[in-house]
């Protein structure tokens, strides 16, 4: 298990904030619903891109959530990354974009 993962573990067990896997989902996009309210905000809604701000702690608050979900769902976020990186790399060798154009 990757170590931010097994600390995000630990706090959650320390304090006692073990919640089913559907409530980590919520709260995770919950947590990128923040980022998007700084980046709206910080920008004018659009208007002026280049003044974008985003805060720290959200990018935090959403990596807990993200990390708290994978330890829930008995995935590793380390390893799931490792393949996300992957399929990446597959995909800009065949097609020079990572999307999957879907």
């Known amino acids: ?44 809604y659009g208007s002026d891109p280049d003044d974008l701000e985003i805060n720290s702690d959200e990018i935090g608050d959403a990596l807990f959530a993200l990390l708290a979900l994978a330890d829930s769902l008995e995935i590793d976020a380390g390893a799931a990354l490792e393949e996300a990186l992957a399929k990446y790399e597959d995909r800009l060798s065949e097609s020079e974009s990572p999307s999957s154009g879907e």
């Open 1 to 44: 298990m990757d170590d931010h993962q097994q600390r995000v573990a630990e706090f959650v067990e320390r304090y006692d904030l073990e919640t089913p896997p559907e409530y980590r989902l919520l709260d995770l996009v919950s947590e990128v619903g923040e980022l998007a309210k700084d980046a709206n905000e910080s920008t004018g």
